[in-house]
């Protein structure tokens, strides 16, 4: 079990030295059902751990919602939202956010979230690389 953690993060760790990105983390289920942020690069704190996702609030919340890739740009979420729904960019301080569901057969199984504390706009190159390591993640878990 040590060893498969300890594979995850240094997963992460490289991927968010690839893509320079300050922040990057992994969202899977608790044995109860509930998803949780449970591993991430670059974080300033701990709070991650105690955020549960919400199905359709907050960038990772409509990953799972809708099983597609979603962005946040700037963080101002658009009239209406309320900041509270993306409690991962308050906790690490971060503006701008890409997540990508980590699928189990086709089922969303979590979420992976690139993410930057100044304003960037990441690119597709980025993208398909946060996508492959969700794709090898949702692998891992199909075994399981």
Not at 3 to 31: G, K, M, S, T
Not at 66 to 76: H, I, K
Not at 135 to 144: A, D, F, K, N, T
Request: charged share 25%.
């Amino acid at each position: 079990m040590i060893r498969h953690q300890e594979q995850i993060q240094h997963a992460l760790d490289d991927l968010r030295a690839q893509v320079a990105a300050d922040f990057l983390a992994l969202a899977i289920p608790e044995p109860d059902g509930q998803m949780r942020w449970q591993y991430a690069s670059g974080n300033r704190n701990d709070r991650f751990k105690r955020i549960f996702l919400r199905p359709g609030k907050g960038i990772a919340g409509r990953v799972v919602s809708l099983g597609r890739p979603v962005a946040v740009e700037g963080m101002t979420p658009k009239a209406g939202d309320d900041p509270r729904d993306y409690p991962i960019l308050l906790a690490e301080g971060l503006c701008c956010a890409v997540g990508v569901p980590v699928l189990r057969g086709e089922r969303v199984h979590g979420v992976l979230l690139v993410a930057n504390r100044s304003e960037r706009i990441f690119a597709d190159a980025d993208v398909d690389a946060l996508l492959g390591l969700a794709e090898q993640l949702g692998s891992v878990y199909s075994e399981r």
